[in-house]
């Protein structure tokens, strides 16, 4: 395994980390479901790692931080939802920013998008399951992560953008420039 991918690895153990960790802080003060606090890192983890190591973030951290914490909770299946979404979050990024090279905002805004469709639909079939009105809660909880979904878009793509220049500027070459090294290496 490549320093690349090693380093990748310590990325995703630090977001999962981040994940797990922010939630509860923001519980203490009640504003947790309002402002996303686990969807930042999973964000970040889409727009920088590869999905190999995103994906698993993304699925792994509501679980942990159900089990450990009982937020997000697995009944009413909250925490599946978020898996679901996380899925979103990861998977979308690592194709329209990282393989596509769209732009950072538009790549937000598509993934967002999903993201909330993938919400809306989870709340309207978890409503009708638990016999509650799916016409309400559907629109209510898209309407109390707005803030969230603001702070989101301020936040993550300078975080994305600054922490990339940082990602290039660390000690290590990607594999293309390890083999090509190799290469030029042999040849003297």
């Known amino acids: 395994m490549s320093q690349k991918r090693h380093f990748e690895l310590l990325l995703g153990g630090l977001f999962l980390a981040l994940a797990i960790g922010l939630p509860p802080a923001f519980h203490l003060v009640g504003l947790s479901s309002t402002f996303l606090p686990m969807f930042y890192p999973v964000l970040l983890a889409g727009f920088l790692l590869h999905y190999r190591i995103s994906v698993p973030v993304a699925l792994m951290a509501p679980l942990v931080s159900a089990a450990l914490t009982g937020m997000p909770p697995f009944y009413p299946p909250i925490a599946f939802i978020m898996m679901a979404e996380g899925l979103a979050m990861t998977l979308l990024p690592f194709l329209l920013f990282q393989r596509w090279r769209l732009n950072i905002y538009l790549s937000l805004a598509v993934t967002m998008l999903a993201e909330r ?3 809306l639909l989870s709340t ?3 409503a009708d399951w638990l016999k509650l009105p799916g016409v ?3 629109p209510m909880s898209l309407l109390k992560g707005l803030p969230g979904l603001v702070i989101i878009f301020l ?3 300078p975080l994305v953008v600054g922490l990339k220049k940082k990602i290039k500027q660390m000690p290590f070459l990607p594999e293309e420039s390890l083999d ?3 290469s030029e290496e042999l040849a003297k």
Do not use: C, R, Y
């Open 117 to 119: 469709l993938i919400l």
């Open 124 to 126: 309207w079939v978890m």
């Open 136 to 138: 309400v809660l559907g």
């Open 155 to 157: 936040i993550i793509p």
């Open 180 to 182: 090509e090294a190799k």
